[in-house]
């Protein structure tokens, strides 16, 4: 799939798989609102490990200040749909 073809909705759905991955838990469903609180093992090191799979799935990559900003998933999307429309 070209970076240019994926919707918001492509993005959050490749997410889901990157959580489902990275927490070993295919039980998560992705909301804007959802954040690190919202997920018991999303503690610094699975952050990371988020962070670096995201980036590799979607061959982008983020400066630690745009990682810092985020407050949500929903920021996480917009956040990753901004890099692939570059």
Known sequence: MS?????????AKELTGIFHNVFDDDRIVLSDSMTAADIPE????????LVVATE????IKFKTSEVAKMANVGEFIEAIASKLQR
Not at 42 to 49: F, R, Y
Not at 56 to 59: A, D, L, P, R, T
């Open 3 to 11: 970076t240019t073809s994926r919707t918001r909705e492509d993005i």
């Open 56 to 59: 590799q799935h979607f061959e």
């Open 42 to 49: 999303w503690d610094s090191l699975n952050h990371i490990n």
